[in-house]
């Protein structure tokens, strides 16, 4: 596939400075550009390989001013790395698109309806009376249980497993072996100090534009429904229990773990290796530092928070720099006694 200068520039609504006929074929780093490729400038530190980079077209902020000669064509936008970012969605999509049809063996339930132009590839599984939106794209072994609903646009990749009665919206994302819609965690202690098992009967929600990690699991609820509102991103390895609710853009990382009854609010920052107690309310544009621990609600929009339990970031970091200081405080107590016993 390939695209002229002057096409990809319409595409970002950006102005071109060099040759508008040239012609690009694929994407790269700017350091490992070559000729019919394109990249991007965004972090200033990466400037010294626009003079010595081989790629044909750099894409570059509109207030760039370059300090020596350089070869590529350029693309000013307002910003690059996320014109960048939607050419890599671009591509994407017309990669996507390729696919099509259904593939054999793979097998469809009873009553279930098939939007146009899915891809259904080998070894997958669709249950009875689901509903798989328009250009879905399921790939190999991946297994959807009965009554699971699917919106259009979407990719189930390989491997991921999607339980009975979940709804996916419009253009989401699920990785591999990521499992949607498996059981909550739930156990009643007997007096014996055995389990009993609590039936999970609920579901999952994932709205339009959400993205879950490979081997994320976001369980089922015991009643009701465990939601990710529209435009939430998961990592990897991000285990999301029973009646959680996280809200709009909210992104977490890897290894977090959000217990049962969670309410997250919209647009925070999940760092990699938080973990949530269990039915607190985490409020909106909330930012939380990696392998934090969080056990109380959080009430206050917008605050930074880090260490375990967690406190106001800047809190956390002035008590971790007093506490790296002990040895030498009680080096100077041992001093001060040792001088005091002399005396």
Same mark, same amino acid.
């Given at each position: 596939?390939?695209?002229?200068?002057?096409?990809?520039?319409?595409?970002?609504?950006?102005?071109?400075?060099?040759?508008?006929?040239?012609?690009?074929?694929?994407?790269?780093?700017?350091?490992?550009?070559?000729?019919?490729?394109?990249?991007?400038?965004?972090?200033?530190?990466?400037?010294?390989?626009?003079?010595?980079?081989?790629?044909?077209?750099?894409?570059?902020?509109?207030?760039?001013?370059?300090?020596?000669?350089?070869?590529?064509?350029?693309?000013?936008?307002?910003?690059?790395?996320?014109?960048?970012?939607?050419?890599?969605?671009?591509?994407?999509?017309?990669?996507?698109?390729?696919?099509?049809?259904?593939?054999?063996?793979?097998?469809?339930?009873?009553?279930?309806?098939?939007?146009?132009?899915?891809?259904?590839?080998?070894?997958?599984?669709?249950?009875?009376?689901?509903?798989? &939106?328009? +250009? %879905?794209? !399921?790939?190999?072994?991946?297994?959807? #249980?009965? $009554? /699971?609903? @699917? =919106?259009?646009?979407?990719? *189930?990749?390989?491997?991921?497993?999607?339980?009975?009665?979940?709804?996916?919206?419009?253009?989401?994302?699920?990785?591999?072996?990521?499992?949607?819609?498996?059981?909550?965690?739930?156990?009643?202690?007997?007096?014996?100090?055995?389990?009993?098992?609590?039936?999970?009967?609920?579901?999952?929600?994932?709205?339009?534009?959400?993205?879950?990690?490979?081997?994320?699991?976001?369980?089922?609820?015991?009643?009701?429904?465990?939601?990710?509102?529209?435009?939430?991103?998961?990592?990897?390895?991000?285990?999301?229990?029973?009646?959680?609710?996280? &809200?709009? +853009? %909210?992104? !977490?990382?890897?290894?977090?773990?959000? #217990?049962? $009854? /969670?309410? @997250? =609010?919209?647009?925070?920052? *999940?760092?990699?290796?938080?973990?949530?107690?269990?039915?607190?309310?985490?409020?909106?544009?909330?930012?939380?530092?990696?392998?934090?621990?969080?056990?109380?609600?959080?009430?206050?929009?917008?605050?930074?928070?880090?260490?375990?339990?967690?406190?106001?970031?800047?809190?956390?970091?002035?008590?971790?720099?007093?506490?790296?200081?002990?040895?030498?405080?009680?080096?100077?107590?041992?001093?001060?006694?040792?001088?005091?016993?002399?005396?």
């Amino acid at each position: 596939m390939e695209f002229t200068v002057e096409q990809i520039a319409q595409i970002l609504n950006g102005e071109i400075k060099g040759d508008k006929t040239l012609k690009v074929k694929q994407l790269s780093k700017i350091e490992e550009g070559t000729e019919g490729s394109i990249s991007f400038l965004a972090n200033l530190k990466y400037e010294p390989f626009l003079y010595t980079t081989q790629a044909s077209v750099v894409i570059v902020d509109k207030d760039f001013v370059p300090k020596k000669t350089y070869s590529p064509t350029l693309i000013s936008v307002e910003n690059a790395y996320a014109s960048f970012t939607i050419l890599l969605q671009e591509y994407q999509k017309i990669l996507s698109n390729v696919k099509k049809g259904i593939e054999q063996p793979s097998f469809i339930g009873k009553n279930s309806v098939i939007g146009e132009d899915i891809y259904l590839a080998a070894f997958s599984y669709i249950g009875d009376n689901c509903k798989i &939106g328009k +250009n %879905t794209k !399921i790939y190999p072994n991946v297994t959807i #249980s009965d $009554s /699971v609903t @699917i =919106g259009e646009n979407c990719i *189930i990749h390989t491997g991921a497993k999607i339980h009975n009665d979940t709804i996916i919206g419009n253009n989401c994302v699920i990785h591999s072996n990521a499992v949607i819609g498996g059981d909550g965690f739930g156990f009643a202690p007997k007096a014996d100090g055995t389990f009993d098992t609590i039936p999970q009967l609920g579901n999952v929600i994932l709205e339009d534009d959400v993205c879950v990690g490979s081997n994320t699991c976001v369980d089922r609820a015991t009643m009701g429904s465990t939601i990710l509102r529209k435009g939430v991103k998961l990592d990897n390895l991000v285990q999301i229990a029973h009646n959680v609710e996280v &809200g709009e +853009n %909210t992104v !977490i990382a890897a290894l977090a773990g959000i #217990s049962g $009854s /969670v309410k @997250i =609010g919209s647009n925070c920052m *999940i760092g990699g290796q938080t973990g949530m107690t269990g039915h607190i309310k985490i409020a909106n544009n909330t930012r939380v530092t990696a392998q934090t621990g969080i056990s109380k609600t959080v009430k206050v929009e917008g605050l930074v928070l880090g260490g375990n339990p967690a406190i106001e970031n800047r809190d956390y970091l002035r008590n971790h720099a007093y506490i790296r200081q002990i040895p030498k405080l009680e080096k100077r107590l041992s001093d001060l006694e040792k001088k005091t016993t002399n005396e």
